[in-house]
Structure formats: structure tokens, C-alpha cells
């Protein structure tokens, strides 16, 4: 959702289409955000972290 009200707002203020954006490096910037942020999901994961022993806490 955030990526999609940054196209739309670099779209409004530049005139650029989507296709130009993702064409003048917005692609690798997806793609590295999108592979940062799954391994900032995956971390706890990967460190044995379980739901049950999380599951006690706020907005669970």
C-alpha cells in the first residue's frame, strides 16, 4: 500500500507514468526492498522465535 501511494504521488508530482518510474531504477529498488524486508520478516525465524511464545502480548 505504501508502495502504491509512492508511485501515485512520484506520478503527480513528476508527470511520469508507472512503466517510466519502474523503467529509471524503480524496479531495483522494489526488488531490494522487497528482499530486505522478507528477511527482516524471516529473522525471528530463523532464531528459533515461536508464535506460542509470542502469543501473550499485545495485538496478538
Known amino acids: 500500500m505504501i508502495g502504491f501511494v509512492?508511485?501515485?504521488?512520484?506520478?503527480?508530482a513528476n508527470g511520469a507514468d508507472l512503466s517510466a518510474q519502474l523503467s529509471n531504477g524503480g524496479l531495483l529498488w522494489f526488488l531490494g526492498s522487497?528482499?530486505?524486508l522478507?528477511?527482516?520478516?524471516l529473522i525471528p525465524l530463523f532464531q528459533g522465535v515461536t508464535v506460542e511464545s509470542k502469543s501473550d502480548g499485545i495485538m496478538t
Open 6 to 12: 509512492a508511485a501515485i504521488g512520484m506520478e503527480l
Open 34 to 36: 522487497s528482499a530486505l
Open 38 to 41: 522478507t528477511l527482516a520478516s
